[in-house]
């Protein structure tokens, strides 16, 4: 589950069979796809992934492939192919799939809190601490640089903190992963965020020092135990 993407993925996908693709296929089609990618020639490429896309069932590995070609002809629609994909990934529970496009997708749009806040959902969804913990943190040097507001922050932690209340009715992005969330979820996502926030507000340069309060009220609000 614990999948990454980085720069070279595109061209490896680019040169991978999908699994359900026919052999006849294959052979020559794929090898020629990024041999046109190769070239720069995006209408040749489009076209001839059109046609071997027919091949295989998986429409969220298609968008993806489609992004990975627009995005090596550095075309800004790839990020719109790459999130489709990422939404039929989620729906179809393949979270490491998507986790790894929107780890992409945040290195083609650092700035993006959009993205950054369905990482943190996903990785709470997978439980994996450590990389909420990491990704919080870069939520919270968004705050400190102002590319977000501290209400729209606020806001996104408490849809976090939402995942762990008994008295909110779970919104549809979670009723997707309900069934499969983990018994110690609450144990460790209030854990986590108590920690990095602990962390943050004992920073001599730290920008918000009150953004732990704000958050410790929200949880109180809701009888769950966050300074204990």
């Known amino acids: ?33 990024a041999e046109l990618v190769e070239r720069k020639e995006k209408e040749k490429a489009l076209s001839l ?13 298609s968008l993806q492939l489609e992004g990975d070609i627009l995005w090596s002809l550095e075309d800004e629609q790839a990020v719109d192919k790459y999130r489709q994909a ?28 959009d993205f950054l806040a369905t990482l943190l959902r996903l990785y709470a969804f997978s439980n994996w601490p450590e990389k909420f913990e990491e ?22 932690t408490k849809r976090i903190i939402d995942l762990v209340r008994e008295d909110k009715a779970p919104d549809h992005f979670q009723e997707i992963y309900l069934n499969d969330l983990e018994d110690n979820l609450k144990e460790w996502l209030l854990k986590s965020l108590r920690k990095v926030l602990t962390k ?11 953004i732990k309060e704000l958050v410790s009220d929200y949880c109180l609000e809701h009888n769950l135990r966050f300074d204990s």
Not at 16 to 22: C, D, E, L, Q, V
Not at 49 to 61: N, Q, T, V
Not at 98 to 105: G, N, P, R, T, V
């Open 1 to 33: 589950m614990k999948q990454q993407i980085d720069k070279n993925d595109s061209k490896n996908s680019l040169n991978a069979t999908p699994r359900n693709a026919s052999a006849g296929l294959s052979c020559v089609g794929w090898f020629k796809l």
């Open 49 to 61: 992934h059109r046609l071997l896309s027919h091949s295989f069932e998986d429409k969220a590995y």
């Open 86 to 113: 990422a939404f039929l990934y989620k729906k179809e529970k393949k979270i490491s799939c998507a986790l790894a496009i929107y780890e992409h997708l945040l290195t083609l749009q650092p700035q993006n809190h």
């Open 135 to 156: 990704h919080y943190w870069v939520l919270l040097d968004h705050l400190d640089q102002k590319f977000i507001s501290q209400e729209s922050f606020l806001t996104i």
């Open 200 to 210: 943050y507000t004992k920073r001599p340069e730290a920008k918000n020092s009150k």
